[in-house]
T-cell receptor, first 112, second 111 residues
Framework: QQQVKQSPQSLIVQKGGIPIINCAYE??????FPWYQQFPGKGPALLIA?????SEKKEGRFTISFNKSAKQFSLHIMDSQPGDSATYFC???????????FGTGTRLKVLA | DAGITQSPRYKITETGRQVTLMCHQT?????MFWYRQDLGHGLRLIYY???????DKGEVPDGYVVSRSKTENFPLTLESATRSQTSVYFC??????????FGPGTRLTVT
C-alpha cells in the first residue's frame, strides 16, 4: 500500500512532443505529490508538486494532472526540448510523516 | 550559498570496512534524510531526522547508522560495508515537512 508505481520506465520523444509520465498510488493518506528531475551525475531537483485539492497545476512547460478518484497523477512536458532529457521521479507523502515514497523513475530522451 | 553538500563524492572501499558519508546543509533546515539510489528501485529512504538528536529508520536501514548532534550535519555510517551497499547515496534536507532538497550524491563502491 506504500508503493508508488511509475510508468513508463523509459520514453523517447521528438523535440516539440509532449511526453507523459504516469504514477499511481494506493495509500489514500498521501496528500503531497512532487515530481523530481535528475540529470546524470546530479542530485534530484524538485520540479513541481501538487496537492489533492486541485486537479491540475502548471509551471512553465510542466503540468501535473491529478485524478484523486483513480489515485493517479501524471507529468506532462509541453514543447519538450533536448535539455529536458533526464530521469523523472514521482513521489508521494502524507501529512505528519515527512517521508517520501518514490516511484522507480522514467528515463526521458528528447531527440533534436 | 553552498546549500547542501556531500563528501566524499566518490568512494571505493573493501568489504567489512567502516565508511562514513558526510552531509552538510547551510539552510538550518530541521529535517534531513538519507536515500540510496539503485537501478530499478528509484530512491529508497535509509534514515531521517526531524531535528538534532532525533533520528528514525526509513525503508532500508539495516547496516547503516546515523547521528545528528548538530542541525547542519547528518553523517551516515556503514559499520561493516557489504557489496550490496554499493550504490549512490543522496542526502536531502527540508525546512517544512514537504519540499525536500537533495545534495549532489556520493557514489560508493564496495569491493
Amino acid at each position: 500500500q506504500q508503493q508508488v508505481k511509475q510508468s513508463p520506465q523509459s520514453l523517447i520523444v521528438q523535440k516539440g512532443g509532449i511526453p507523459i509520465i504516469n504514477c499511481a498510488y494506493e495509500n489514500t493518506a498521501f496528500d503531497y505529490f512532487p515530481w523530481y528531475q535528475q540529470f546524470p551525475g546530479k542530485g534530484p531537483a524538485l520540479l513541481i508538486a501538487i496537492r489533492p485539492d486541485v486537479s491540475e497545476k502548471k509551471e512553465g512547460r510542466f503540468t501535473i494532472s491529478f485524478n484523486k478518484s483513480a489515485k493517479q497523477f501524471s507529468l506532462h512536458i509541453m514543447d519538450s526540448q533536448p535539455g529536458d532529457s533526464a530521469t523523472y521521479f514521482c513521489a508521494a507523502s502524507s501529512s505528519g510523516t515527512y517521508k517520501y515514497i518514490f516511484g522507480t523513475g522514467t528515463r526521458l530522451k528528447v531527440l533534436a | 550559498d553552498a546549500g547542501i553538500t556531500q563528501s566524499p563524492r566518490y568512494k571505493i572501499t573493501e568489504t567489512g570496512r567502516q565508511v562514513t558519508l558526510m552531509c552538510h546543509q547551510t539552510w538550518s533546515h530541521s529535517y534531513m534524510f538519507w536515500y540510496r539510489q539503485d537501478l530499478g528501485h528509484g530512491l529508497r529512504l535509509i534514515y531521517y531526522s526531524a531535528a538534532a538528536d532525533i533520528t528514525d529508520k526509513g525503508e532500508v536501514p539495516d547496516g547503516y547508522v546515523v547521528s545528528r548532534s548538530k542541525t547542519e550535519n547528518f553523517p551516515l555510517t556503514l559499520e561493516s560495508a557489504t557489496r550490496s551497499q554499493t550504490s549512490v547515496y543522496f542526502c536531502a534536507s527540508s525546512h517544512q515537512i514537504y519540499e525536500q532538497y537533495f545534495g549532489p550524491g556520493t557514489r560508493l563502491t564496495v569491493t
